[in-house]
């Protein structure tokens, strides 16, 4: 476990806005040896959480929420690539992005370093990416599963259409599809007919796993 003050420092760097502090920390967080996804999930994200709230509340403004977030990147270019777990190789292809019209993707980068620790083969598009794009890569890499991220609550209706996209060009049944971002629940995943909502990045994982198990029990 992680000192609580350390994590504290952690958050306060990226509350703080200050990119240089929140690098130094990601780096000395890895020469202690201390679980780098533990110290994004337990620190740093503890860290964006609050800036949201400061936002929501009135009491910070873009200007500031966007030195916030390029702090979170700093820590995050530092630790995100050093995420490690059984890298056995599972065969899964997964596209992902965020989708069109949301610029959101701290967390879907969390997601993606999980992923290839996991030993999936990721593509991922980037952020604002149109349903259009998301198809159009999943057909040409032949993709197992479609994830997208969004977290705004008026881009989270491009989740859905990509679900219809799929069904209307009767690709539905080719690809199992999981959905995630801060304003996404299960409810919403289930209403718009996705095969998956993830909650948190390890979330991901499970359900991923869940997921390809069930398309090559399918496969025969
Ligand atoms: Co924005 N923003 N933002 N923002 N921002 C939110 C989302 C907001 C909730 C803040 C608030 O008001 N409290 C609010 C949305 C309100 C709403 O829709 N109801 C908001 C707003 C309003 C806006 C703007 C409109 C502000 C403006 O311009 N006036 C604007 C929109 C721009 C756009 O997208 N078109 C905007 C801009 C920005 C910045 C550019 C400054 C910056 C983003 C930088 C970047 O990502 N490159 C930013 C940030 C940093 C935030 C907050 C503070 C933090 C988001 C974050 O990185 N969280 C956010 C507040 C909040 O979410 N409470 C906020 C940490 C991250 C690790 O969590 O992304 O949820 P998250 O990802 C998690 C899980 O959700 C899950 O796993 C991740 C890891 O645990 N997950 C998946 C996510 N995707 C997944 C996919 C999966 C599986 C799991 O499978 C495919």
């Not at 936002?55 to 500031?64: I, K, N, Q, S, V």
């Not at 598009?125 to 259009?132: A, I, K, W």
């Not at 990045?201 to 025969?220: C, H």
Request: aromatic share 4%.
């Amino acid at each position: 476990m992680i000192d609580s003050a350390f994590l504290d420092e952690a958050a306060k760097a990226v509350v703080e806005g200050n990119s240089q502090r929140a690098e130094e920390i990601a780096r000395k967080g890895l020469e202690m040896k201390l679980d780098p996804l533990e110290l994004i999930n337990q620190g740093f994200i503890a860290g964006i959480m609050k800036v949201g709230d400061l936002f929501d509340r009135g009491e910070l403004f873009l200007p500031e929420l966007m030195l916030c977030s390029e702090a979170m990147k700093a820590a995050l270019n530092v630790l995100n690539p050093t995420i490690s777990a059984d890298k056995k190789q599972v065969g899964g292809k997964i596209v992902i992005a965020t989708v069109e019209g949301d610029i959101h993707d701290i967390g879907k980068g969390i997601v993606v370093s999980l992923f290839k620790a996991h030993g999936l083969e990721v593509f991922d598009l980037g952020r604002d990416v149109p349903t259009v794009k998301i198809i159009e890569k999943a057909e040409e890499v032949g993709a197992d599963i479609i994830g997208t991220s969004a977290l705004l609550t008026t881009t989270m209706e491009k989740q859905k259409h990509l679900e219809e996209a799929l069904r209307r060009e009767g690709l539905r049944e080719k690809y199992k599809t999981i959905v995630g971002g801060a304003p996404v629940t299960e409810r919403w995943a289930r209403k718009i007919g996705a095969d998956a909502y993830a909650e948190d990045a390890s979330d991901g994982v499970r359900k991923v796993f869940e997921l390809l198990k069930i398309k090559s029990a399918l496969a025969g």
